[in-house]
C-alpha cells in the first residue's frame, strides 16, 4: 500500500499566485481530511470530505481557499490568491469507513508551502 | 488547539530514562489519538484510545485514558534515540464525525 500520496512536496511561489495541493487517499478510504500545520497554530483541520461530499468546512480560513474532491481518489486544495501567512505544511489524511467511525486517520507526507 | 493541552511542550532525557507526555482536555474525549511526527514527515500513528481507563502498549511505549476521559498519558520506557521527534495528541470532542482536533506537540529530544 502506497499510503496517502501528496503533491508536491515542496512548492515555493510569489504572492498572488495560485497555488494547487493535491493528495491521492489510501484505496477503499471514504474520508479525506485537509490539515494545515505552523508553528503558531499548530496543526488545524480545514476541511474534510465524506465519500466525496464536504462535511465540514469551517477551518477554511477564508474563500480564498477552495477545495474538491472529484472522485474518491483524488482531491485538491486551492489557494488564489496565495498571501506569505499562508506558508505552512499541509497534510491530507484518510480514514477508512465512514466518517462516523473512530478509525485512525492515515496522513500524507505533506506539502511544504513557501508564499515570497 | 486550547481545547486540548499537552504537556511538556518540549523535552530532553537521556536514553535509557523514561518519561511521560500528558494530554489534557476540559470535555469528554470520545477518543484519544497519540501520533508521531519526524521533521520533514508526516504523522505516524502510534495508539488509539476510546474508554474510560483504557490502556495499551507498543513496544516501549504505553498510553492510558483516565476514568473521566479527560486526560491521557503517553509513557516511553528505556528511552531510545529512535524515541525522538513531536508527540501530537488527537482527539475526538463529540460523538459524531470522526473530526479530531490535534494538542501543540511536545517535541522529545533523546540524547545518547
Known amino acids: 500500500d502506497a499510503g496517502v500520496i501528496q503533491s508536491p512536496r515542496h512548492e515555493v511561489t510569489e504572492m498572488g499566485q495560485e497555488v494547487t495541493l493535491r493528495c491521492k487517499p489510501i484505496s477503499g478510504h471514504n474520508s479525506l481530511f485537509w490539515y494545515r500545520q505552523t508553528m503558531m497554530r499548530g496543526l488545524e483541520l480545514l476541511i474534510y470530505f465524506n465519500n466525496n461530499v464536504p462535511i465540514d468546512d469551517s477551518g477554511m480560513p477564508e474563500d480564498r481557499f477552495s477545495a474538491k474532491m472529484p472522485n474518491a481518489s483524488f482531491s485538491t486544495l486551492k489557494i488564489q490568491p496565495s498571501e506569505p501567512r499562508d506558508s505552512a505544511v499541509y497534510f491530507c489524511?484518510?480514514?477508512?469507513?465512514?466518517?462516523?467511525?473512530?478509525?485512525?486517520?492515515?496522513f500524507g507526507p505533506g506539502t511544504r508551502l513557501t508564499v515570497l | 488547539s486550547q481545547e486540548l493541552e499537552q504537556s511538556p511542550q518540549s523535552l530532553i532525557v537521556q536514553e535509557g530514562k523514561n518519561l511521560t507526555i500528558n494530554c489534557t482536555s476540559s470535555k469528554t474525549l470520545y477518543g484519544l489519538y497519540w501520533y508521531k511526527q519526524k521533521y520533514g514527515e508526516g504523522l505516524i500513528f502510534l495508539m488509539m484510545l476510546q474508554k474510560g481507563g483504557e490502556e495499551k502498549s507498543h513496544e516501549k511505549i504505553t498510553a492510558k485514558l483516565d476514568e473521566k476521559k479527560q486526560q491521557s498519558s503517553l509513557h516511553i520506557t528505556a528511552s531510545q534515540p529512535s524515541h525522538a521527534g513531536i508527540y501530537l495528541c488527537?482527539?475526538?470532542?463529540?460523538?459524531?464525525?470522526?473530526?479530531?482536533?490535534f494538542g501543540a506537540g511536545t517535541r522529545l529530544a533523546v540524547h545518547p
Open positions: 488527537g482527539a475526538r470532542l463529540s460523538g459524531g464525525y470522526n473530526k479530531l482536533i
Open positions: 489524511a484518510s480514514s477508512p469507513q465512514g466518517a462516523l467511525s473512530v478509525n485512525e486517520q492515515f
